[in-house]
């Protein structure tokens, strides 16, 4: 059984700065491609970031991806908000786990960002 548990998510005011973190947990053998979604109101899931096994990210001049392979987390730094970036966050991770012979896509349950004065 895996479990990637999100958290850092509120309420944060046009301008300000917030970080995600998404921790797996549970039968995790390995972790590929780990990344960040999002979904406003009335949208469709979007994606905000991905990061490798290796580090490479895509570019996002607002928002930074990292991870700690060591404890198994995503984190997603977010700088200069907007009120257009209000929508709930959802961290995904590729994860081969113990009983599996392939990696499978995993969800978080996902936190909430809201930008508003």
């Known amino acids: 059984q895996v479990q990637l548990v999100e958290s850092g998510g509120g309420l944060v005011q046009p301008g300000g700065s917030l970080r995600l973190s998404c921790a797996a947990s549970?039968?995790?053998?390995?972790?590929?491609?780990m990344g960040w979604y999002r979904q406003a109101p009335g949208k469709e899931r979007e994606l905000v970031a991905i990061?490798?096994?290796g580090g490479s990210t895509n570019y996002e001049d607002r928002f930074t991806i990292s991870r700690d392979n060591a404890k198994n987390t995503v984190y997603l730094q977010m700088n200069s908000l907007k009120a257009e970036d209000t929508a709930v966050y959802y961290c995904n991770a590729r994860i081969l786990s113990r009983g599996n012979l392939r990696y499978a896509d995993y969800w978080g349950q996902g936190t909430l960002v809201t930008v508003s004065s």
């Open positions: 549970g039968s995790v053998i390995s972790i590929n491609d």
């Open positions: 990061i490798t096994a």
